[in-house]
């Protein structure tokens, strides 16, 4: 079967760095996707990987291992408005997107 | 209309009652796509459209329907509702045509059936 693993939660300080970490098994590989989903609202799009490395955008950036089937979401400089909840999710070889439950992250001042 | 748009913004519904959640986006995208959310799952896909005048179905289609007369709009219809349909549905869309792909999502609609 499918699966996307992320933690449930995380928590971390105002102005710190957290990591999200996403390990992914599917049937093909068509690229990862960061969404970020605020209580209540819809998911809106954070970032793209399709080949390994490092994607920085701002103060947000992402990894990809396709070898190891692994990505993680960095988060630098953390502000309040960052609480919610992060997905993950795979492209698989339908070009479908498969999607982890998501990592809730409280940021305390 | 910036987006995309889903009405209603949120619904109780008597079991056994036909439901039709409407979708609307102005983006001109091919594809558009009908998720629904439960608390500790992943967004998990019900319909999808790569283009006007086809459809798909996803991972958890049953007791759900879906039309795409046009471009624009993507109604989901339940049929007879039941309290495992309560959830929040999210409609989404995509261009169906860059590397990317990227989905861009509605507001999404709260449906509770009781």
Known sequence: GQNIDQPTEMTAT??????????????????????????GEAPTFLSYNVLDGLEEKGRFSSFLSRSKGYSYLLLKELQMKDSASYLCAVRDSNYQLIWGAGTKLIIKP | IAGITQAPTSQILAAGRRMTLRCTQDMRHNAMYWYRQDLGLGLRLIHYSNTAGTTGKGEVPDGYSVSRANTDDFPLTLASAVPSQTSVYFCASSDGESGTDTQYFGPGTRLTVL
């Open chain 1, 14 to 39: 105002e102005g710190a760095i957290v990591q999200i970490n996403c390990t992914y098994q599917t049937s093909g590989f068509n690229g990862l996707f960061w969404y970020q989903q605020h209580a």
